[in-house]
């Protein structure tokens, strides 16, 4: 049930409440007033039925002398005291009634008695019953509509904050909850959390920036000193003393390239160059390109043999086509099948069906912190998982969002990273 059909329910049970409550305290004030009036009326009856039979020996205004249904306390009062009594008892057409009692005489003498028919007026409290519970009926039909339409507004400022909530979530750091508010006027809870959403999007969006702007001041700042690196590898003598420095400094030009990647990517500067291309042929030389021991399937075209090198990527030119930029697919699936290798564990096996690429290994599979975050720069998970500055995923995630594609991380329940690909049609 939605928040509004909550809300609306709550008024709703409140107003019967409140209806059931006031219902029954003026039902039990009525009858408590009915029954008085009743007490009151016998009161003077008896005092002027006991006035007339006294001076004329009539009697008048309905009253009897010791009649057989008088009430038990009624049948022996004090001399000149008048005492009333209620008898609830239903006869024929007498209902409820009131017994007014008082000796005519000394002790001995008969009691004269008057009988209150308390019918007409519990007819009367009958009818205010039935009254008071068809007006709260239509009070509750009435107000009940009121209720909904305005748990409905509630309801829909609080959607509209969570909606921003999840733009910003999803990267959209510019999303703000005031144009979804429509800048409402006053302040309650709704307008608070508002306020409070807005505050952690200027929070996030000021870190993120200081990130980003770190990342490209360093990449830029060792772009240069890594190419006079590279350059002064060349004046070293031939050895194993050259070779090793020479692997290092590939690999700290590798990370500045990746850095400056990121940072291209970071300020929306990348731009796709859409070609139509055959995905598994792209697939399989982005794998080839990887120099490392990973078998490619193609799933949608059965005459396609696995392919297990480059050699094989002629056979695959009768496989779908898809318009996308290849040289930023092969950039995601060699980081993809990279990962794969450095932190999981053989065979790695590369599915092309459709649209979709799928790279999976057979390791411990990606961190539940990765998996709940998505990858963070720099940070590679456990120390055993391997080797690496950790850019692999944090770019192939930003060239899948350059492409318009889908890129999934998950675990296979038998164990073993799945990083899947989805292009868009």
Known sequence: MSLRWKIAALAAATACLVALAVGVLVHV????DVRSRAEMEATNTVYSAMDVYRRTGTLAGGAELDPADLPTALRHPADDDRRVAYDGRVEGNLGPSVWGAQRVGGPGSPVLAVRINMSPQLHDLRRLDASMAVASLVSLAAALPLAVYGAGLVARRLRRVAETAARI??????ARTGPALGHARGRDEVTDIAATV?????????RLRIERQFTADVAHELRTPVGGLLAATDLLPPGETEDLLRARVRDLRGLVEDLLEISRLDAGAEAPVRARVPLAAVVAEAVARTGL????RVTEAPQVEPLESVESVESVDNAATV?????RL?????????????????????????RTVVVRDHGPGFPADLLLDGPRRFRTGAAERGAGHGLGLTIALGQARVLGAELRLD????GGAVATLRLPR
């Open 293 to 296: 021991d990973t078998e490619v």
């Open 29 to 32: 004030w009525t009858a408590m």
């Open 323 to 327: 318009e996308t930029d290849p040289r």
């Open 330 to 354: 092969e950039r995601i699936v060699g980081n993809l099948v990279i990962n794969a290798h450095r932190h999981g564990r053989t065979p790695v096996r590369v599915t092309v069906e459709g």
């Open 198 to 206: 807005d505050l952690m999007a200027d929070s996030l969006g000021r």
């Open 169 to 174: 979530s999803a990267g959209d750091l510019d």
């Open 411 to 414: 675990n296979a329940p038998d």
